[in-house]
């Protein structure tokens, strides 16, 4: 029973293309996450949100956009893909103010032509 | 501006003998720390963390070692095994989010 599931696995498309990659959580987490793994590796946080805030990396264009329906998914929107945006996205939860660790999922690798 | 730091992106062992990752950070207020481990084609998974207040903690084969005062932290794996084979992200935590992830580093562990 996957605990932090993303879909899809993987997603290829052209450039200029809207695209969303949904995620679901079902561990009663409070607070769900996005990452960005780049070409280098690196994780980089991209948004965080539980049903009272969204916390946004100022760095992260605002062709990106979180959607939360509920407190158990957080699908990421793009508009407007670019060549840059090719990566893996990780979706993740925790309980905050616990220091609980993260949760991932097993990633969508994004891939624009 | 790396506020996580692994400095080596690579590290090859021997089955049965120590694994010591290594990871240094910037930001004294960080208060919680946390390695993940993570396979290929699969998210990062919890291993083992450590809070600021302490100096180690252990689980098993793992060891995580904390020193505060040189912003320094290690992953001790003992024995290692051919399973331990992945790539190790050190994590650090401000007041239970804000997390930070270092650039991993892919431990080999050779039969």
């Known amino acids: 029973d996957t605990a932090v599931s993303q879909t899809p696995k993987y997603l290829v498309t052209q450039m200029g293309n809207d695209k969303s990659i949904k995620c679901e959580q079902n561990?009663?987490?409070?607070?769900m996450y996005w990452y960005k793994q780049d070409s280098k590796k690196f994780l980089k946080i991209m948004f965080s949100?539980?049903?009272?805030?969204?916390?946004i990396n100022e760095t992260v264009p605002n062709r990106f956009s979180p959607k939360s329906p509920d407190k158990a998914h957080l699908n990421l929107h793009i508009n407007s893909l670019e060549l840059g945006d090719s990566a893996v996205y990780f979706c993740?939860?925790?309980?905050?103010?616990?220091?609980?660790?993260?949760?991932f999922g097993d990633g969508t690798r994004l891939s624009i032509l | 501006d790396q506020q996580v730091k692994q400095n080596s992106p690579s590290l090859s062992v021997q089955e049965g003998r120590i694994s010591i990752l290594n990871c240094d950070y910037t930001?004294?207020?960080?208060?919680?720390f946390l390695w993940y481990k993570k396979y290929p084609a699969e998210g990062p998974t919890f291993l083992i963390s450590?809070?600021?207040?302490?100096d180690k903690n252990e689980d098993g084969r793992f060891t995580v070692f904390l020193n505060k005062s040189a912003k320094h932290l290690s992953l001790h794996i003992v024995p290692s095994q051919p399973g331990d084979s992945a790539v190790y992200f050190c994590?650090?935590?401000?007041?239970?989010?804000?997390?930070?992830f270092g650039p991993g580093t892919r431990l080999s562990v050779l039969p």
């Open positions: 993740a939860s925790s309980q905050v103010a616990s220091n609980q660790p993260q949760h």
């Open positions: 561990l009663g987490h409070d607070t």
């Open positions: 949100y539980n049903n009272k805030e969204l916390i």
């Open positions: 930001n004294s207020m960080f208060d919680y």
């Open positions: 450590i809070s600021s207040i302490k």
């Open positions: 994590a650090a935590m401000l007041y239970g989010q804000n997390f930070v």
